[in-house]
């Protein structure tokens, strides 16, 4: 049986070694993203606009399609369509729900065309009703309407099937002045040709970032043009690109990685060959949408080429860059590192330690300030906010705990902890056991965090800014201190170990993944090697 005991000279060198790469590798990724990337300007001719873009109204607090009674004002579409207005000659919207019904008349006012979108589901009669009064402001708006679009990828939702949506199709040709489409998915076009028979053009969404295998960014847009000269081929209908573009932050899907320097290319770079081509297209989208983080993760809210604040996220001329500026994460680095030096005062200890424990603090404050940046991007309501930012805190005063980490302070076992804490005794535990409860809590946070991600991984991001810290503090150290581990927190280290590792095998190049690795694996390493000497 080995008896535990606080970290020596050795465990605060290996800290101070894995801190300094830390900081390394992260101070390499900041200054990368301080650097201006060259790229392909989009000088369109003099008067010209990009030809459509997605737009939905639903930028500010709160707003949601998925409100019922939510009414979006006559004032915001106005003040979003004449921002719009100056970057683009159409607008393709879902739905006339909620307000958009009034798109066509302010398009109308602003100089701007409409694909005007007819919401389809599960619900026949709603369906109905819908398309009824898409029919009427087609009708009603037929110099700005350039077509209707009767439902959008009903059939990669398995909402209709192929026969009722040409059922559909067929009522609205027969009503209506404007041209009828239907839009989906290119492969789901593929599998129903014989929808082409209904429509008057073909309307297909071709997303790299979102296909079953990722393209990277250097291949996007040479893949859209394989992908319409496929389809194409399969027609002979007119072919328009209902939507197309690129996230600018959001969790990397293997070789696709979201960022503003990989959206501005993909912008660029595709309106170039599509002007050049003379492709029908329609970018999504216009303005960033908060809300779609409900349905699609954090990349879901930041397809836009606009802000929610309207204001444009890159230009369409010269270098784009990623950060700004370095000052914030410099600044938190530096704090973290006096915070954890000051807290170590009249503690005993080796240089190593001491140094041990500036770099780590310095990684804890660089970590709190991208964390927080990653919050502000990610986390949608009230209680991830509470539940996240909680685990955030907690693992970011394991770096303060460690300045005050004794010889006399070996940490317990978080079940002896936990129970000595349910007997009422908390206000008598001892140092070794509050540093008990908080690692087995990190532990087990951790580990339900890496069988989530692992198996539900498309929407999900790697938290690694949340276990960054503790992997440094309790996993470094851990693994060269004899010191004993509960059932649960072996399991713990088990479940995060093996579903960390598996997350990785499915995309080993993904260099988010590959962090998400390294830190997992390093917080469960002092439990494997529990498990493996059968420590008590």
Same mark, same amino acid.
């Given at each position: 049986m080995h008896s535990p005991s606080p970290p020596?000279?050795?465990?605060?060198?290996?800290?101070? %070694?894995?801190?300094?790469?830390?900081?390394? %590798?992260?101070?390499?990724?900041?200054?990368?993203?301080?650097?201006?990337?060259?790229? !392909?300007?989009?000088?369109? =001719?003099?008067?010209?606009?990009? $030809?459509?873009?997605?737009?939905?109204?639903?930028?500010?607090?709160?707003? #949601?399609?998925?409100? @019922? $009674?939510?009414? &979006?004002?006559? +004032?915001?579409?106005?003040?979003? *369509?004449?921002?719009?207005?100056?970057?683009?000659?159409?607008?393709? &919207?879902?739905?006339? /729900?909620?307000?958009? /019904?009034?798109?066509?008349?302010?398009?109308?006012?602003v100089g701007l065309k409409v694909l005007l979108g007819a919401w389809v589901n599960a619900d026949a009669r709603r369906n109905m009703k819908q398309l009824d009064h898409a029919i009427g402001l087609a009708n009603e708006y037929a110099d700005v309407v350039r077509v209707l679009i009767v439902g959008n990828e009903v059939l990669l939702r398995r909402e209709r099937t192929e026969a009722e949506m040409r059922e559909l199709i067929d009522y609205a040709r027969a009503r209506v002045k404007v041209p009828v489409t239907y839009a989906d998915v290119w492969e789901f076009w593929l599998k129903h040709p014989k929808l082409?028979?209904?429509?008057?053009?073909?309307?297909? !969404?071709?997303?790299?970032?979102?296909?079953? !295998?990722? %393209?990277?960014?250097?291949?996007?847009?040479?893949?859209?043009? @394989?992908?319409?000269?496929?389809?194409?081929?399969?027609?002979?209908?007119?072919?328009?690109?209902? +939507? #197309?573009?690129?996230?600018?932050?959001?969790?990397?899907?293997?070789?696709?990685?979201?960022?503003?320097?990989?959206?501005?290319?993909?912008?660029? @770079?595709?309106? !170039? &060959?599509?002007? +050049? $081509?003379?492709?029908?297209?329609?970018?999504? +989208?216009?303005? /960033?949408?908060?809300? $779609?983080?409900?349905?699609?993760?954090?990349?879901?809210?930041?397809?836009?080429?606009?802000?929610?604040?309207?204001?444009?996220?890159?230009?369409?001329?010269?270098?784009? #860059?990623?950060?700004?500026?370095?000052?914030?994460?410099?600044?938190?680095?530096?704090?973290?590192?006096?915070?954890?030096?000051? *807290?170590?005062?009249?503690?005993?200890?080796?240089?190593?330690?001491?140094a041990a424990l500036g770099m780590t603090g310095a990684v804890a404050?660089?970590?709190?300030?991208?964390?927080?940046?990653? =919050?502000?991007?990610?986390?949608? /309501?009230?209680?991830?906010?509470? *539940?996240?930012?909680? &685990?955030?805190?907690?693992?970011?005063?394991?770096?303060?705990?460690?300045?005050?980490?004794?010889?006399?302070?070996?940490?317990?076992?978080?079940?002896e902890a936990w129970a000595a804490a349910r007997a009422g005794r908390l206000s008598g535990l001892t140092a070794g056991q509050w540093l008990g409860l908080l690692r087995g809590f990190l532990l087990f946070a951790a580990a339900v965090a890496a069988l989530l991600l692992f198996a539900d991984p498309r929407y999900r991001d790697f938290p690694v800014f949340l276990y960054l810290v503790p992997a440094l503090v309790f996993g470094v150290t851990g693994w060269w201190t004899a010191t004993r581990f509960g059932v649960d927190e072996k399991v713990c280290g088990l479940v995060t170990a093996v579903c960390v590792v598996g997350r990785w095998l499915s995309e080993p190049l993904n260099p988010q993944a590959i962090a998400w690795l390294a830190t997992g694996l390093i917080l469960a390493a002092p439990c494997l090697r529990a498990v493996a000497r059968k420590d008590q």
């Open positions: 020596n000279d050795r465990n605060w060198f290996s800290l101070l %070694v894995a801190s300094l790469a830390v900081l390394l %590798v992260l101070g390499i990724l900041l200054v990368q993203q301080t650097r201006p990337v060259p790229m !392909h300007d989009l000088k369109l =001719a003099d008067g010209e606009r990009l $030809k459509c873009v997605s737009y939905a109204p639903y930028r500010l607090p709160g707003q #949601t399609p998925f409100d @019922e $009674k939510l009414m &979006i004002s006559r +004032e915001q579409i106005a003040a979003d *369509l004449a921002a719009l207005a100056k970057i683009t000659e159409c607008v393709r &919207i879902y739905s006339v /729900d909620q307000g958009l /019904d009034q798109v066509p008349a302010v398009a109308r006012e082409a028979e209904s429509v008057d053009w073909v309307t297909v !969404h071709i997303l790299p970032f979102w296909e079953d !295998h990722p %393209v990277a960014i250097d291949r996007a847009v040479a893949h859209v043009a @394989e992908v319409f000269d496929e389809v194409g081929g399969h027609f002979d209908k007119p072919l328009m690109i209902g +939507e #197309t573009g690129w996230p600018s932050a959001g969790r990397q899907r293997q070789d696709s990685e979201p960022s503003q320097v990989n959206q501005a290319r993909y912008i660029r @770079e595709f309106v !170039h &060959i599509a002007h +050049e $081509k003379g492709w029908n297209y329609n970018l999504i +989208e216009a303005i /960033d949408q908060p809300w $779609k983080r409900r349905l699609e993760g954090t990349v879901g809210g930041y397809w836009g080429m606009l802000g929610t604040d309207l204001a444009p996220k890159f230009p369409l001329a010269g270098p784009v #860059t990623e950060r700004s500026g370095v000052a914030s994460p410099l600044a938190g680095a530096a704090l973290g590192a006096v915070l954890c030096l000051l *807290l170590a005062l009249g503690t005993h200890g080796s240089p190593a330690r001491r404050g660089l970590a709190a300030v991208l964390g927080w940046e990653h =919050a502000q991007l990610a986390w949608r /309501d009230p209680f991830e906010w509470w *539940l996240l930012g909680s &685990i955030g805190a907690l693992g970011l005063t394991s770096a303060l705990a460690a300045s005050r980490w004794s010889a006399a302070t070996p940490i317990s076992p978080a079940s």
